[in-house]
């Protein structure tokens, strides 16, 4: 399952369970229709995977292809909060493969008291979490 919700500063997107390859290319389609009518030069977005399972390689492709969608169209800062070492790790690597690793922060929601806070604070004023 995933979710695209527009706030006014940016996105949140939600994922969770198991999303196989042609519900991720349909998030990816659905991205592409919501951004298409986006007129700022930057925003930010939260990425809520707390209750997302591991992706397949498929899927994997399809969301650094979005990342990259996200990237090109004004994301300037996004946060990921996450629930599990392996789905932390994993969308590590993908951040890295699609170019958005420098401006993407990774909480983990089992560890921090108030993750969305932390997300929020990264996104709208560049407060690093990891400090």
Known sequence: MYRIDQRPSGYVLTFSGKIDSAEMQQWKNDSIKVLSGESRSSFGVIIDMKDLQPLTSESKDIMVSGQKLYKTKGMKRSAVILNSPE????????????????????????????????????????????K
């Open 87 to 130: 789905v932390t790790a994993q969308f590590k690597n993908l951040a890295l493969i699609s170019g958005i690793y420098s401006t993407e922060r990774y909480i983990d929601a089992s560890t921090k008291t108030n993750p969305a806070d932390l997300a929020i604070k990264w996104v709208k004023d560049g407060i690093d979490p990891d």
